[in-house]
């Protein structure tokens, strides 16, 4: 008997509904797009046959009972990751120029809840992280229930399933040969979830060869066994400070008005200190964040492309520039205001005596988006803390200049370096310079305050370098990646401005060779190293036998 009235005509309705929005999440995880650089939504890509879609049906229709419930789930959840997999491929296609790994990405979660707690807030944090969270476990559940509901449909109407099935198959085999699409790397006759499984599963081989092979590179060292009074012998007595400014990238270099005026005031400005400069490229392992692939980069003359490497790197004895400056008589520091807990790998691998963090830098002014305190009060701590004692050895340091990290804003100003203290003069600014909110309504404010930021932190480090008491300091100024793609633009390079700065001319004869360029500014065809060589071509121009 058939049961009439208000009530069952709801669940009916209800029922349908369910049943629509079934084959749309279906359709979906069989025919969006695989992100990849340069790529744009279009609902285009939803115009398209997709062979996975007539073999499961086939499938569905083939088997009967609990062998076709076990397949629909098992099909439902492998659809449902692929979908979260193009989720995040977006995600990293946007922000970091390549695609979402699985194997290792992951543990950028605790990076990327504190980069919006910092930029939006600890609630925001909480927020945006649980959301994403919600949404990619979502995907994973509602996939395999659409699955589960189609197979039903599919069940009920096995002659129009059939028929859909026939005609989907002629479809598919007219279009693919004849290369039909309804757009730029989309073709009609679409195999995209197919392709991104085998990409998955070639992922983690690729992975493994990788893991083995940078396994045999990391022992493979020139400088190993060198004898402690054979290294670094023309830099003797003289403070070694690396300087990375954030997302400091070639886009800044060749695109902002503003930093093409710090760097053009900022060469004058150390010229007339008596200072000299050299410029060139470095081409950065990373990509729009992830800063620390480029500073082990630097550091170890590896090419420390992804997180794998990264940890693998880390367990580790190689011989950083940190631990060779160490081994030859040097104290030294590390200087990362963006941190906020402990960090042992700054002593076990790189061979820091001493780790400065947002904790231990005496900060009590405000925040500025990302950056725990403004660049111009780390470098003034980092001068108290470490420059300024009379009685120590010579220093090496690395100095993490974050202000220009996304998000941009707010912009600090320079202040009065005697007036700086411990950073509470910048509280009667706070609240005055344009928010993230403010910044982030259009593309051309994005850009604007990407330039002002990086524009402020070269500032920061040209007026600290023509005020230092520091007779015998040698500076290494560079970026560690471009920006985000929404700054930097489509296809951008990886390549990042490097500098060297200081007042002995002997130091820069000892590179003459390198072809670098006078000034702050690097011209278009300064030369360009991947950043793993820096380390081997410093240790050797600045040894017994270079110059």
């Known amino acids: 008997m058939t049961v009439t009235g208000p009530r069952a005509r709801t669940r009916r309705a209800a029922g349908h509904v369910a049943t629509a929005l079934a084959l749309v999440v279906l359709w979906v995880a069989l025919v969006a797009p695989v992100p990849a650089i340069g790529w744009s939504t279009t609902p285009l890509a939803l115009l398209r046959i997709p062979l996975e879609g007539v073999v499961l049906v086939a499938a569905l229709l083939v088997l009967r009972g609990g062998v076709r419930r076990w397949l629909a789930l098992v099909v439902g959840v492998v659809l449902g990751a692929m979908l979260a997999i193009r989720v995040l491929d977006a995600v990293f296609v946007a922000a970091l120029y390549r695609q979402f790994n699985a194997l290792?990405?992951?543990?950028?979660?605790?990076?990327?809840?504190?980069?919006?707690?910092?930029?939006?807030?600890?609630?925001?944090?909480?927020?945006?992280?649980?959301?994403?969270?919600?949404?990619?476990?979502?995907?994973?559940?509602?996939?395999p229930w659409a699955v589960l509901r189609v197979g039903r449909l599919v069940g009920r109407h096995r002659t129009a399933a059939w028929r859909a099935v026939l005609a989907g198959a002629v479809a598919w085999a007219v279009c693919a040969p004849l290369g039909v699409s309804v757009g730029p790397d989309?073709?009609?006759?679409?195999?995209?979830?197919?392709?991104?499984?085998?990409?998955?599963?070639?992922?983690?081989?690729?992975?493994?060869?990788?893991?083995?092979?940078?396994?045999?590179?990391?022992?493979?060292?020139?400088?190993?066994?060198?004898?402690?009074?054979?290294?670094?012998?023309?830099?003797?007595?003289?403070?070694?400070?690396?300087?990375?400014?954030?997302?400091?990238?070639?886009?800044?270099?060749?695109?902002?008005?503003?930093?093409?005026?710090?760097?053009?005031?900022?060469?004058?400005?150390?010229?007339?200190?008596?200072?000299?400069?050299?410029?060139?490229?470095?081409?950065?392992?990373?990509?729009?964040?992830?800063?620390?692939?480029?500073?082990?980069?630097?550091?170890?003359?590896?090419?420390?492309?992804?997180?794998?490497?990264?940890?693998?790197?880390?367990?580790?004895?190689?011989?950083?520039?940190?631990?060779?400056?160490?081994?030859?008589?040097?104290?030294?520091?590390?200087?990362?205001?963006?941190?906020?807990?402990?960090?042992?790998?700054?002593?076990?691998?790189?061979?820091?005596?001493?780790?400065?963090?947002?904790?231990?830098?005496?900060?009590?002014?405000?925040?500025?988006?990302?950056?725990?305190?403004?660049?111009?009060?780390?470098?003034?701590?980092?001068?108290?803390?470490?420059?300024?004692?009379?009685?120590?050895?010579?220093?090496?340091?690395?100095?993490?200049?974050?202000?220009?990290?996304?998000?941009?804003?707010?912009?600090?100003?320079?202040?009065?370096?005697?007036?700086?203290?411990?950073?509470?003069?910048?509280?009667?600014?706070?609240?005055?310079?344009?928010?993230?909110?403010?910044?982030?309504?259009?593309?051309?404010?994005?850009?604007?305050?990407?330039?002002?930021?990086?524009?402020?932190?070269?500032?920061?480090?040209?007026?600290f370098l023509t005020g230092t008491k520091d007779r015998d300091l040698v500076v290494v100024v560079l970026g560690d990646h471009q920006p985000v793609s929404v700054v930097s633009g489509e296809n951008a390079s990886h390549d990042v401005p490097v500098s060297i700065v200081t007042r002995d001319k002997a130091v820069l004869e000892r590179i003459r060779t390198w072809g670098w360029q006078d000034g702050l500014r690097p011209a278009t065809n300064a030369p360009v190293w991947p950043m793993d060589r820096f380390r081997d071509r410093f240790l050797t121009a600045y040894g017994p036998g270079g110059g």
């Open 104 to 143: 290792t990405d992951w543990r950028y979660v605790g990076s990327a809840h504190d980069l919006v707690g910092d930029s939006l807030g600890s609630t925001a944090a909480v927020f945006v992280v649980t959301a994403a969270g919600l949404l990619l476990l979502g995907l994973l559940v509602v996939t």
């Open 186 to 463: 989309l073709p009609v006759a679409s195999a995209t979830t197919a392709a991104l499984t085998a990409h998955e599963v070639t992922t983690v081989r690729d992975a493994a060869a990788d893991r083995a092979a940078f396994a045999t590179q990391i022992p493979v060292d020139a400088f190993a066994d060198t004898r402690p009074d054979r290294l670094l012998t023309a830099l003797r007595g003289k403070d070694v400070v690396v300087v990375f400014v954030e997302s400091y990238g070639r886009v800044a270099v060749e695109q902002s008005p503003d930093v093409a005026r710090a760097l053009s005031t900022g060469t004058s400005s150390l010229r007339t200190g008596g200072w000299s400069t050299r410029s060139a490229w470095l081409t950065s392992p990373t990509f729009g964040g992830i800063s620390w692939l480029a500073h082990s980069t630097l550091q170890s003359g590896l090419w420390v492309s992804s997180q794998q490497r990264y940890d693998q790197l880390l367990d580790t004895r190689r011989l950083t520039l940190a631990r060779a400056f160490s081994q030859a008589g040097w104290r030294t520091v590390d200087v990362v205001p963006a941190n906020h807990r402990d960090w042992p790998e700054g002593r076990a691998f790189y061979g820091y005596d001493r780790v400065y963090d947002a904790r231990t830098l005496g900060y009590a002014g405000p925040g500025y988006g990302y950056a725990p305190m403004p660049d111009q009060y780390t470098l003034s701590a980092f001068d108290r803390l470490e420059l300024a004692p009379s009685d120590r050895p010579p220093l090496m340091a690395e100095v993490d200049l974050v202000t220009s990290h996304v998000p941009w804003a707010p912009l600090p100003r320079l202040v009065d370096w005697s007036a700086l203290g411990d950073g509470s003069v910048f509280l009667a600014d706070a609240g005055k310079a344009p928010t993230r909110d403010v910044v982030w309504r259009s593309t051309d404010r994005i850009r604007t305050a990407y330039g002002q930021t990086v524009a402020y932190s070269l500032d920061s480090v040209v007026s």
